[in-house]
Each structure stands twice: as C-alpha cells, then as structure tokens.
C-alpha cells in the first residue's frame, strides 16, 4: 500500500478540521475537540505538541497531541508527557497513519526532553508501537477507572530507571474526564 499522507505539525487554519478529525473517530458526544482546544491554551514547562495527518488531497486524516504530566517521585515531580488524544477518521484507518502519528509523536516527546511518554489506550495497538505496561515500571495509576492494561509508556532517550510514582494528569485531563478509554 502507497503511504498517501505525511505527518506535520499542526497550524491555525487546521483547527476546525481536527475538530472534524476527532468528531469522526469518537461520535461528538465525546467532547474530544473540546480538550484539544484546551490543551493547545495550557502553559506548562514543555510545549503543547500537535501532529495532524494530512491526506495527498490536502483533507486531514488523523491528529494526535502531547502534553504535559508529571510523575510524583519519592523526592519530587518529575516532567513527562501524556499522548492523547490520538484519532484518525474511519475511512482512514488501518492504513498505518495512525501508527504514523504514534512514531511522530515519540520522535516529538523524546525531542522535546521528556523521559516518558504515558497514554491510556489499547494495549494491542500501542504495545506494538513501543509502549509498555506502566505498573510493572513502578508507575501508579491516576485513577482506577484506566483499566490497568490500557495505562502504558515508552521509555525515552532521557528516561532514568530510578523515576517511579503516581502519574499525574494536567487538570485539562481532569476536566474532561479522565478515565474515557473502553
């Protein structure tokens, strides 16, 4: 299969249509749009990251987003980042963009001098894309409605085996529900 997109950072005029983007790949009930929104006005020690996936035509197919979080250490609160959300529209998917938008998003992060990159998702697709599962890593839960399996990270150039503790969402994440992988 032909690779017919690239990933790029996202720029204003791709707003509405990542609202699009999400929208599609999780029903407008969701809310997702609306966090994205508001992750992009957070201000916080590293940079708000958003890649879009854009189709040869010139449509966008897909968006992920990295933020900032933290890890409550033994002595103090260590910098990470959160991937989410991550979607990709319906008649787009399982044609490797977001696999893509994953790839990118850890190139971005581990630029960006973060030691870890944490998500709540699928382990099947994620663990196959360099995530793993948090717990056994000596990293908590921030809630116990994130079904065990589905709290990951990835290990990052910086990444230091002595960092463990709770993992700590930005209060954005609080805000719009914590806790929404199924």
């Known amino acids: 299969m032909s690779k017919n997109y690239t990933v790029r950072c996202e720029n204003a005029a791709d707003h509405?249509?990542?609202r699009r983007v999400h929208?599609?790949?999780?029903?407008?009930?969701e809310g997702i749009?609306?966090?994205?929104?508001?992750?992009r006005n957070q201000d916080t020690l590293f940079a708000t990251e958003s890649l879009v996936a854009e189709h040869s035509d010139?449509?966008?197919?897909?968006?992920?987003?990295?933020s900032h979080a933290w890890v409550d250490?033994?002595?103090?609160?260590?910098?990470?980042?959160?991937?989410?959300?991550?979607?990709?529209?319906?008649?787009s998917q399982k044609q490797g963009i977001g696999t893509a938008l994953v790839v990118a998003a850890l190139e971005?992060?581990?630029?960006?001098?973060?030691?870890?990159l944490f998500l709540e998702g699928s382990p099947t697709f994620y663990?196959?894309?360099?995530?793993?599962k948090a717990i056994p890593l000596g990293f908590h839960r921030p809630s116990r409605r994130i079904p065990e399996n589905a709290f990951q990270v990835a290990k990052l150039s910086k990444y230091d085996a002595s960092i463990s503790g709770a993992?700590?969402?930005?209060?954005?994440?609080?805000?719009?529900g914590v806790g929404l992988y199924r």
């Open 16 to 18: 509405c249509a990542i």
């Open 23 to 29: 929208d599609a790949a999780f029903g407008s009930e």
């Open 33 to 39: 749009p609306e966090m994205v929104d508001d992750l």
């Open 58 to 66: 010139g449509e966008l197919v897909g968006h992920v987003m990295l």
């Open 73 to 91: 250490g033994d002595k103090a609160l260590i910098d990470v980042m959160v991937l989410s959300p991550l979607g990709v529209v319906p008649t």
């Open 108 to 116: 971005a992060a581990d630029k960006a001098g973060a030691p870890l």
């Open 127 to 132: 663990g196959s894309r360099g995530f793993e």
């Open 167 to 176: 993992f700590v969402y930005h209060d954005v994440h609080w805000r719009h």
